[in-house]
């Protein structure tokens, strides 16, 4: 039971290293649409193509990626043997890790 949890860990910590791509996107639309506009974060000065063309790609992309998570820990948490309700929030943690990582490397 304790190599099928590491298992998880190991898998989620993989998948956020090309997770970091989604994750950047969500940002980049989020910050400069819908928060920009409740005066959150300011534009982004060179961006005039407009969202269409942003969700254009973000959309495939993040769709993608969910599935391959999605597939990735579904057998391996039936294997950890993990309630869901702990076992999700905790994957989807674990795969942000190294986008934070990425984040705080870049503050320091």
Excluded at 4 to 28: D, E
Excluded at 38 to 61: A, Q, S
Excluded at 76 to 95: C, E, F, K, S
């Amino acid at each position: 039971m304790w190599k099928w949890r590491l298992t998880a860990v190991g898998v989620n910590l993989l998948l956020g290293i090309p997770g970091v791509v989604p994750v950047w996107l969500l940002w980049y639309v989020a910050s400069n649409g819908p928060l920009a506009e409740m005066g959150l974060t300011r534009r982004e000065p060179t961006e005039n193509d407009g969202m269409l063309l942003w969700l254009v790609i973000i959309v495939p992309v993040v769709v993608v990626f969910g599935l391959v998570w999605w597939l990735a820990n579904g057998p391996v948490r039936r294997r950890a043997q993990l309630d869901p309700l702990l076992y999700w929030p905790a994957g989807l943690l674990m795969t942000l890790v190294p986008t934070l990582a990425l984040l705080t490397a870049t503050w320091v």
